[in-house]
């Protein structure tokens, strides 16, 4: 049984929108994303309606032209915004869905600010850095307050105060401070390193940090520590001291096993009080945070390991399958199964070494991507799995290889390829949709957002999902080959999911293997903590299956 909660129950309290800001120092990647969706989840565990937004710096309109090495994973929206990563754990952590609102680059903040001067808003004034960018950030920071639906937005700025790139937002936090009074905050995530040689943590980086904060007008409310190591008391009432914030306003931020335990660890240093005592509002109670101990117990007490290879091109980079990686740990926990996840590069896989490196494994996912690298390793992967008979899942690129594969090696199609990889290929099973062939802007203009499928009765997706219409996330350019449908029906490979206005495939299997489903669309965007997608846990359901017959 699933455990879901009901984030949405009934709060006595009517509140002002406020407004939260959580700024890092120090060095990046430290976990803001983590903090801000902890803290979320704490507040909205305690009955407030809360959401959370992204600003990134770079000016980029969005993360979607982006190369992965650049910038790890590209996470979509409902509403079809190519967004940063954090949105991820933002849903994640709180179940709640983000749209093209929770995510604001320095690339859109600029591109509104010109297209506004040409359209002579102004009035002729000269457009400046402040008032007219920082207004805009502004507009941006409380467009989602406005609406009267949450009782707390919490904005991440993204970088480390002292990158020139975040003075405007930071000067636009600075002025919504002043203007909102009581109901802003500041929360500053900073590093306090562990010195091995001196074997001593140090304190200085974060008064530096906090010292770069004020000198842009900005004195933090809150702090958290991020260290290896447990911070002493008496470290922490320095840090407070040096630092001008109160004792009872540090809290400390050590490695956890899991990245689902931080909002506990958050809680039982009263993170969630802290806040809404600074903000004038009563604390009563305790938050609702069982349906979350639950799924940190059958985390923790698991003892059955279940060992997915993950096949792709950017493995070696911890970020670029983040959603994935996190749908299948769900899953996993779900199954009260631990995940042993082995990243297996598409470039190294080949004829000769495919059985040492996939013989192992309880079940196969074949990664989403674009262009032709390791794309010849992928299909001989599948080819392996198909005949090896081991539960697989394709997504996105994934299924068009699944595609091919069948053409090439069962079908008698050779040649068969996607356009994407070889434009003249004579049996383009995966073709370019027809409402790219128009498009010559890269940016945002993919096949981008949910989308409803039409599930095949009795299938193996819609048996996982217990109904057959669903909504899920796309991003892509190309498509099945309708014209080819029929010939794949008849060898055997089913299409089992199409999209009711276009009739576009989105879903494909083979019916008589363990568990053989490729999906166009992203089904790991839509799997959260409290509520796993019902592909993932029917693909790992399928994994454990095969692994318990291989004993």
Not at 165 to 186: I, T, Y
Not at 416 to 442: C, R
Request: charged fraction near 25%.
């Amino acid at each position: 049984m699933l455990l879901e909660l009901e984030f949405s129950f009934n709060n006595p309290l009517t509140v002002e929108t406020k407004y939260i800001f959580v700024t890092g120092g120090v060095v990046s990647s430290l976990g803001k994303g983590i903090i801000s969706s902890s803290l979320a989840n704490l507040l909205i565990a305690r009955g407030f309606k809360v959401t959370i937004q992204k600003f990134d710096p770079y000016i980029n309109i969005d993360p979607g032209t982006l190369n992965p090495y650049e910038h790890g994973e590209c996470y979509v929206t409902v509403d079809g915004h190519e967004a940063d990563l954090d949105l991820g754990h933002y849903e994640r952590f709180t179940n709640i869905q983000t749209t093209r609102a929770n995510n604001v680059t320095t690339g859109r903040i600029y591109q509104s600010v010109i297209d506004k001067e040409r359209q002579g808003v102004y009035l002729g004034k000269t457009v400046q850095i402040i008032p007219h960018i920082t207004d805009e950030i502004k507009r941006n920071v409380k467009a989602l307050g406005n609406t009267g639906k949450f009782d707390f937005v919490i904005t991440e700025i993204g970088g480390t105060v002292g990158d020139i790139e975040s003075l405007p937002f930071l000067e636009a936090v600075r002025q919504l401070r002043w203007e909102l009074g009581m109901n802003a905050l500041c929360v500053h995530l900073t590093y306090v390193p562990y010195l091995h040689a001196a074997k001593e943590l140090k304190t200085k980086p974060t008064q530096h940090s906090v010292k770069k904060l004020q000198e842009v007008g900005i004195q933090p409310d809150i702090l958290v520590l991020r260290t290896e190591k447990d911070i002493p008391v008496n470290m922490r009432r320095k840090i407070a001291q040096f630092c001008n914030v109160s004792p009872d306003a540090v809290f400390q931020s050590v490695d956890l096993p899991s990245i689902y335990r931080v909002p506990i660890a958050m809680h039982q240093q009263h993170l969630d009080e802290c806040v809404l005592r600074k903000m004038g509002m009563p604390v009563e109670g305790e938050p609702h945070m069982e349906p979350w101990c639950k799924f940190l117990e059958r985390m923790e007490s698991a003892t059955k390991t279940i060992t997915i290879g993950l096949v792709g091109k950017y493995v070696e980079l911890q970020d670029a399958y983040k959603s994935i990686n996190e749908a299948l740990f769900q899953s996993a926990t779900y199954n009260d199964c631990r995940l042993n996840l082995v990243s297996i590069h598409s470039e190294k896989i080949n004829d000769e070494n495919v059985d040492e490196l996939l013989k192992e494994m309880d079940g196969v996912i074949v990664a989403p991507g674009f262009g032709s690298r390791g794309i010849e390793g992928k299909f001989v992967a599948l080819k392996w799995c198909r005949e090896h008979d081991i539960p697989t899942f394709g997504i996105c690129l994934g299924m068009q290889c699944m595609v091919i594969e069948y053409a090439r090696n069962v079908m008698g199609l050779t040649l068969a390829n996607s356009t994407e990889m070889d434009p003249n290929t004579p049996d383009n099973v995966i073709d370019l949709m027809e409402e790219q062939k128009s498009v010559t802007d890269k940016g945002g203009t993919m096949r981008l957002g949910a989308y409803e499928c039409q599930l095949t009765p009795e299938s193996t997706v819609a048996k996982a999902y217990g109904k057959t219409i669903v909504s899920e996330r796309h991003r892509h350019r190309f498509e099945f080959n309708d014209s080819y449908r029929e010939d794949f029906e008849q060898a055997g490979m089913k299409c089992v999911g199409t999209n009711p206005q276009t009739q576009l495939v989105e879903v494909v299997e083979i019916p008589g293997k363990r568990w053989y489903v490729g999906t166009q669309y992203h089904p790991e965007y839509s799997s959260t903590v409290l509520s796993p997608n019902p592909i993932f846990l029917s693909f790992f359901r399928a994994a454990i299956e095969y692994h318990d017959t291989q004993k």
